[in-house]
T-cell receptor, first 111, second 113 residues
């Protein structure tokens, strides 16, 4: 079983839709949870990170962590064509700073 | 605050040739990572440095890949000789002690012909 599972998609939605991206994991020791956005031919860009459980909001983006279910989500409200990218989830276990990645979900927002 | 810098951005070489990539992490970030990302996959760790010491190089193909981080700042990753399957994006990332969150550079896209 992989440490982190992420549906690769592809996911295609109309502009303005609410997008839900998800990852599941198996290691209960994970404490930090990150979401990255990666445009084609670019490096991953950190969108948000959360520590332990709970929600975090930044503009149109909301990250949720449910440690009891080992499940994390990224919601994008009022999706825009500029949100079209691959979204990677990642998790880490301090203090060793080891990181575990999902395979990424490809999202296309259609104007 | 300047981000992680990498060069070159693109490189095309013939198989069996050698290539080197350079990375400068975010100022003050003690931990530096090199990842390999193949199209459609998540990043795969090649090597992790803490200052100028190696923390993890278990997935580095040491018969052809080498990396160093002199003076605990800049780092270089070298491939010699390159194989076709080395075609990938090579990502450098850094993190701050006490905050296990990764910051990536723009990557180097390597094509081996």
């Amino acid at each position: 079983q992989k440490e982190v599972e992420q549906d690769p998609g592809p996911l295609s939605v109309p502009e303005g839709a609410i997008v839900s991206l998800n990852c599941t994991y198996s290691n209960s020791a994970f404490q930090y949870f990150m979401w990255y956005r990666q445009y084609s031919r670019k490096g991953p860009e950190l969108l948000m990170y959360t520590y332990s459980s709970g929600n975090k909001e930044d503009g149109r983006f909301t990250a949720q962590v449910d440690k009891s279910s080992k499940y994390i989500s990224l919601f994008i409200r009022d999706s825009q064509p500029s949100d079209s990218a691959t979204y990677l989830c990642a998790m880490s276990t301090p203090p060793g700073n080891q990181f575990y990645f999902g395979t990424g979900t490809s999202l296309t927002v259609i104007p | 605050e300047a981000g992680v810098a990498q060069s070159p951005r693109y490189k095309i070489i013939e198989k069996r040739q050698s290539v080197a990539f350079w990375c400068n992490p975010i100022s003050g970030h003690a931990t530096l990572y090199w990842y390999q990302q193949i199209l459609g996959q998540g990043p795969k760790l090649l090597i992790q440095f803490q200052n100028n010491g190696v923390v993890d190089d278990s997935q580095l193909p040491k018969d052809r890949f080498s990396a160093e981080r002199l003076k605990g700042v800049d780092s270089t990753l070298k491939i010699q000789p390159a194989k076709l399957e080395d075609s990938a994006v090579y990502l450098c990332a850094s993190s701050l002690d006490g905050l296990p969150v990764l910051f990536f550079g723009p990557g180097t896209r390597l094509t081996v012909l």
